[in-house]
């Protein structure tokens, strides 16, 4: 019954418990057996497959959601250092350009900034981003910054929601940052308005993009990814899923656009289209531009 189990957990998030991974499973499952006072997994898996509310609370059960703020904190310098700069040199060019022409831009036209940040656990990881990108940009306000972050945990992006963070949290924030984007509240700080206004968190889970659902909002249609973090989140698939998961990364990217993967996921082991940033000192991937079709001879 355990099998089928972490079959259908797979099915449905691409969260795989197979080998050292199987006890985890068999534990939270026994936790929610006594929680709702059910005798054995049978009568279990039979609630499980016509409850999507119990597949919510139990794939909420099963993620890890371990994160810090500035996690890795190479790859925020690598985004403030070299990829900001280098949007802001591309991008405002691309804007004077578009004042030469007869479909000039409308004067106050802000460039766009987007980021997506898939498995963003409670938040810290966008709200980081959020903050380096506001301090790297040297006219923050020219720009339409958009983060888009989502987490298969319900409990999860609420809490990010929130914003509330306890002063243990706050310690991996630069001071200067917490008294610039943070309030003051009790024993902890919550991230303000201004902050909050360049976030959109939702529910997602990656399953349904890996499977071709389409984003929506930020990241829909041609509006793609300038940079994704997607870090600490496909170790817990199974190596299929992470070359699929790779391949969508890949798909919500602009070319050239840069992927941030988590520590021990380095990419040398799938087919892709990214190159690694040597020079970056941390995990960091460039899309390849689209290669020209090569002229017939
Ligand atoms: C260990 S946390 C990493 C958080 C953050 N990215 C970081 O590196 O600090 C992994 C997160 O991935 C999320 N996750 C796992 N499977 C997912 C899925 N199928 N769709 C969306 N999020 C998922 C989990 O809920 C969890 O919050």
């Avoid at 949290?169 to 024993?187: A, F, Q, W």
Wanted: net charge neutral.
């Amino acid at each position: 019954m355990l099998d089928i189990i972490a079959r259908f957990i797979q099915q449905r998030s691409r969260l795989c418990f197979t080998g050292h991974k199987r006890p985890i499973l068999r534990q939270r499952l026994e936790q929610r057996l006594a929680h709702l006072d059910i005798p054995d997994l049978a009568s279990y898996w039979g609630y499980l497959r016509i409850s999507p509310r119990e597949e919510l609370v139990l794939l909420d059960l099963l993620t890890i959601n371990e994160t810090s703020f500035f996690r890795n904190p190479e790859q925020f310098r690598f985004l403030m250092e070299q990829i900001i700069p280098g949007l802001e040199a591309e991008r405002g060019e691309e804007l004077l350009r578009s004042w030469g022409t007869v479909m000039s831009a409308s004067p106050g036209a802000k460039m766009k900034l987007r980021i997506l940040c898939a498995g963003c656990a409670t938040g810290e990881e966008p709200y980081s981003a959020a903050m380096a990108v506001i301090e790297a940009l040297r006219y923050p306000r020219a720009w339409d910054i958009g983060i888009q972050a989502c987490d298969l945990s319900e409990s999860c992006i609420r809490t990010a929601m929130a914003g509330y963070y306890d002063s243990e949290r706050l310690k991996r924030i630069p001071s200067t940052y917490v008294d610039r984007y943070m309030e003051r509240c009790g024993t902890g700080a919550i991230a303000r308005k201004e902050l909050k206004r360049v976030i959109r968190f939702s529910r997602l889970n990656l399953n349904d993009i890996i499977n071709g659902a389409t984003l929506t909002g930020l990241g829909s249609g041609s509006d793609l990814f300038d940079v994704i973090f997607c870090r600490n989140v496909m170790i817990y698939f199974s190596a299929e899923s992470q070359q699929q998961l790779v391949n969508t990364l890949s798909r919500l990217l602009v070319p050239g656009g840069y992927l941030f993967t988590g520590d021990a996921e380095p990419l040398h082991l799938f087919d892709h289209d990214f190159e690694a940033v040597r020079e970056a000192g941390c995990l960091v991937y460039q899309k390849m531009e689209a290669k020209p079709h090569a002229e017939a001879v």
